[in-house]
C-alpha cells in the first residue's frame, strides 16, 4: 500500500469535498434524468483520481504525481476500490433502512479506530456521519417514507473508501478491518455479480438476485430481511473489534468471515435460489 507517512491536518479533510460533491451530483442527476452508465462510470473515476491525488498530495511536499506514476499499478487498484465502493452502495439500497444501517455501522466502530490513532477531527466527521444518516433512518426504516436514491447511497460509498484509505495511508488502519465491516456489502455483490457473469446474463442491467433482494423474496418483509443482515453485521462488528486488537490474527479472522459470509450466501440460497443459476 503506498504510504503517505505524515498525518492529515483538520483542514485537510475539505480536500475531500470535490470528490463526493461528484459523485453526490451525478448520482441525484440520474436519479432525476436516468443517466447513460458510461456517463456515471466516467465520473466516479474522475472524483476517484481526485481523491487519491489530495490523499497522496499531503503535506504538499509529497509528490502524489511522481508516486502514482512509478507505482501506477497500485495507484488504479485504488481508484477502483473507491468506484466499486460507490456502485457497492448503489446495488445494495434496495431494501428500507438497509443503506443507510449499513452506513451508521461502518462509521460508527470506524470513527473509534480514527479516534484511538489520534485522529480527531476525522473521528468526529465519521460521528458525524452516523448522526445525520440515523436522523434519516428515522423515515427509512421499514416501511420507509423516504428513500435515499444514487445521490445518498453513491456519496456513502465513496466516503467509505476514502475513510479506509485514509486511515491505511497515515494511520497505518489494517484495511481488512475495514473490509470485514463492509463484508454483507462487498460478499453479496461481488458473488452475484460473478455468477451472473458466468451464466452470460447481461451483468450491468438492473435485477433482483443479491442476496439481500431473495432474503426480502423469501421472507416478504423489508423489517425481517433488515434485522437478519444487522445480526450478520452484529458479528463482523465484533470480530472487526477483535482484530484490531489482535492485528496478527487479522489474515485468520479475516479467512472466518469469508466463511461466515459464505455460509449467510449459501442459507439464502436455500431459502430463495437464484434460478437461473441452478444448473452450476
Not at 470506524?110 to 485522529?119: I, K, N, P, R, S
Amino acid at each position: 500500500m503506498l504510504s503517505g507517512g505524515d498525518e492529515l491536518s483538520s483542514d485537510d479533510i475539505s480536500l475531500f469535498f470535490p470528490g463526493a460533491i461528484l459523485v453526490a451530483a451525478i448520482g441525484y442527476m440520474d436519479d432525476h434524468h436516468n443517466l447513460s452508465p458510461l456517463v456515471r462510470i466516467l465520473v466516479h473515476f474522475m472524483a476517484a483520481l481526485i481523491t487519491l491525488y489530495f490523499l497522496l498530495h499531503i503535506p504538499p511536499s509529497y509528490d502524489s504525481l511522481k508516486v502514482l506514476s512509478s507505482h501506477w499499478l497500485k495507484g488504479l487498484g485504488l481508484i477502483l476500490l473507491i468506484v466499486w465502493s460507490i456502485n457497492l452502495f448503489n446495488f445494495m439500497d434496495g431494501i428500507d433502512g438497509l443503506a443507510g444501517a449499513e452506513a451508521c455501522f461502518i462509521f460508527l466502530i470506524g470513527g473509534g479506530w480514527l479516534w484511538e490513532v489520534g485522529a480527531h477531527h476525522y473521528a468526529y466527521f465519521a460521528w458525524l456521519l452516523v448522526a445525520t444518516v440515523a436522523g434519516f433512518l428515522v423515515w427509512n426504516w421499514p416501511p420507509a417514507k423516504i428513500f435515499m436514491g444514487d445521490g445518498g447511497s453513491g456519496f456513502l460509498g465513496f466516503l467509505v473508501a476514502v475513510f479506509a484509505l485514509a486511515g491505511k495511508i497515515y494511520w497505518n488502519i489494517p484495511i481488512v478491518l475495514w473490509m470485514i465491516l463492509y463484508g454483507v456489502f462487498w460478499f453479496d455483490a461481488t458473488v452475484t455479480l460473478l455468477r451472473r457473469i458466468l451464466v452470460g446474463e447481461r451483468w450491468y442491467l438492473a435485477h433482483r438476485t443479491h442476496a439481500y433482494q431473495r432474503l426480502y423474496q423469501a421472507e416478504g418483509s423489508h423489517r425481517r430481511s433488515l434485522l437478519r443482515i444487522m445480526v450478520i453485521n452484529t458479528v463482523l462488528g465484533i470480530a472487526a473489534l477483535w482484530g484490531n486488537i489482535h492485528q496478527d490474527a487479522i489474515p485468520w479472522l479475516f479467512c472466518g468471515v469469508l466463511i461466515v459470509l459464505g455460509i449467510a450466501y449459501w442459507r439464502v440460497e436455500r431459502l430463495q435460489p437464484m434460478h437461473p443459476l441452478s444448473r452450476l
